[in-house]
């Protein structure tokens, strides 16, 4: 007798015939179930390999694909049979990773009404959108890929790398990556994953992560397979309400990862103390780790650390060590000092003068002949007391006033015109070079600048684990006034407004990478720098008119350098071979 139906209820079951290969790890199918498809499957996605279980007749084969794994990646088994098993046969080396897999069965899914404002997805069309994605890998601290390689696998429909675009700035802000499995290995059960969801948390808009995962699910929905499947680790509680949000449930399926230097943070515990570190001092940690060296956090809020190998311990705080000298931290502290050390090296500086406390004529003089002015504490960090763009009296003396409250002493320097260069000198070598922009909001024809700024600034904290904000202060609202509009207006959409004037990070600057583009003179302005402080890990902060060309001004060294700033650039592997360098990696 046929089961009664419900008015407005529709049954939707899955295509009848379909075999069960990925939903109970522990049966073996049926020589007819798994006829069509392909056996021992192992596919690269450049950052590693996904070794597919389920097409594996034999554990020892497994674990032979495993073992093949290239130094620097990260491969993954998924749907293996009797996982725990597959771990004992070699336990010293596999491991089952401690995220969950999530299905979403296409038959269920429906297309969602609600619009994503300010997110394009789309896919990738040219080998530089695959280099944007490694970008968005190592801001995430994800294992990059070989462009090269991603390209081949794009150029095949079993591959599908998606990019969401920011509408506003046109910039690649998320990524995801399917893969179908049908045309993988002739899956007879239909199924397709999701692989590396990531979005830059410092600029994509609201919604980009959820965008990108409904794209891919509607392409493969269009291609009439039967699920999507991912791993999340199981701590990700914002991703997992995203997925449980689209209709994702539960399913059985684990990973078997290998314990690798990358994957240790999964395996082993972490020693106390180092998940509550600033992303500054983490790094180091993490790098340090890798390599076998024992982390001792000393003071969590200090991010001081003691680092042990052997019979060496070297106490950091992140990237400052007992490696830079007393002499090279005072030389670092004073501006004053720093300057004539630098220019006596034959590094060019910026006009300037010391504000002595009731004469304010030498500043007077020095803004009759340049015209404008910077004021800074002589000594200080963080861009505190700094005021860009003095050009009157009153100005000068309510920016003297304003520094004064950092440090008593004073220095008034020309307003040298350019971008804000940061050059990262370890061991007396260039490792990374960035452009350094203050922070800006992009508008979006609904939302007043005060909301632009404030939605801006909790992306920079999430993003920098609370060590960048933009205030809501005097000195953002004369910097938004002086562009002309009020913090109550509405920023048309697509209009980028900067609203602050230094491009100090722990305000809201932002950091775009120019490594590759440096001219060579600069590099070499930096290292004498660093060599006549006499320090052996530094920030260089030069104003250049043109980071391809050789001019270049001295502004300040750094003695702390935020490492983390400047992935994937490798500055906590440079960091840790001054500090150990039995450990380098050849």
């Known amino acids: 007798m046929a089961l009664p139906r419900l008015a407005g209820h529709r049954r939707r079951t899955t295509v009848a015939g379909t075999p069960d290969l990925t939903g109970r790890n522990w049966t073996r199918p049926s020589e007819h179930q798994l006829e069509g498809m392909d056996s021992d499957v192992v596919l690269d996605l450049a950052w590693g390999r996904l070794v597919f279980g389920q097409t594996f007749a034999e554990m020892r084969n497994i674990l032979a694909a495993l073992r093949a794994e290239e130094t620097g990646q990260r491969d993954i088994c998924i749907y293996a049979r009797d996982p725990h098993v597959l771990v004992g046969l070699a336990p010293d080396e596999l491991f089952i990773d401690p995220s969950y897999t999530y299905r979403l069965d296409l038959y269920r899914y429906r297309p969602r009404p609600e619009l994503i404002r300010g997110v394009f997805v789309r896919t990738v069309t040219s080998l530089e959108d695959m280099q944007a994605i490694n970008e968005i890998y190592a801001r995430n601290r994800m294992v990059s890929g070989d462009p090269e390689t991603m390209w081949a696998n794009h150029r095949t429909r079993c591959f599908t790398y998606l990019v969401a675009e920011d509408r506003r700035t046109r910039r690649i802000v ?316 509405v920023l048309p959409s697509g209009e980028r407004l900067r609203v602050r004037r230094t491009a100090n990070l722990h305000t809201g600057g932002t950091i775009e990478d120019v490594t590759d583009r440096l001219d060579p003179a600069i590099g070499q302005a930096a290292v004498r720098a660093s060599r006549a402080i006499g320090i052996p890990v530094t920030g260089i902060d030069f104003l250049v008119p043109d980071v391809e060309g050789p001019d270049a001004v001295f502004v300040e060294a750094n003695e702390r350098p935020g490492l983390a700033n400047h992935e994937p650039r490798p500055t906590a592997a440079r960091f840790v071979d001054l500090l150990f360098p039995e450990t380098r990696r050849r």
């Open 174 to 489: 998320g990524t995801v990556t399917g893969v179908d499995h049908v045309l993988a290995f002739g899956d007879p059960e239909g199924g397709t994953s999701l692989w590396c969801l990531a979005v830059d948390a410092q600029s994509a808009p609201p919604g980009t992560g959820e965008a990108l995962v409904r794209v891919l699910a509607e392409r493969y929905v269009g291609r009439g397979r039967s699920y999507v499947d991912l791993s999340v680790m199981h701590d990700n509680s914002g991703a997992i309400a995203l997925y449980r949000k689209l209709g994702f449930a539960r399913a059985p399926a684990v990973c078997v990862k290998r314990k690798n230097p990358i994957n240790t943070p999964l395996f082993a515990a972490r020693p106390p103390g180092v998940t509550q570190l600033n992303p500054y001092a983490r790094i180091i940690a993490d790098e340090a780790l890798r390599r076998g060296i024992r982390v001792e956090v000393t003071d969590v809020e200090f991010g001081e650390m003691r680092l042990s190998l052997g019979g060496r311990r070297v106490l950091t705080r992140e990237s400052l060590s007992e490696f830079t000298t007393a002499v090279a931290m005072s030389r670092c502290d004073d501006k004053r000092v720093t300057r004539r050390i630098v220019e006596a090296a034959g590094v060019r500086v910026p006009r300037g003068v010391t504000v002595p406390e009731d004469d304010p004529g030498p500043a007077l003089d020095l803004l009759a002949v340049c015209g404008e002015l910077v004021v800074k504490p002589a000594r200080g960090e963080q861009g505190k007391g700094i005021t860009v763009g003095v050009t009157t009296a009153d100005e000068l003396d309510r920016a003297v006033a304003a520094a004064r409250l950092f440090c008593p002493d004073v220095l008034a320097e020309e307003l040298v015109p350019g971008e804000d260069l940061r050059v990262v000198v370890i061991d007396h070598e260039v490792v990374a070079a960035a452009v350094r922009k203050p922070a800006e909001v992009v508008g979006d024809g609904r939302r007043t600048v005060t909301d632009l700024v404030r939605e801006t600034s909790r992306r920079r904290e999430r993003a920098t684990g609370g060590e960048s904000r933009i205030p809501l202060d005097d000195v953002t609202a004369d910097v938004v006034r002086a562009a002309g509009y009020a913090m109550d207006d």
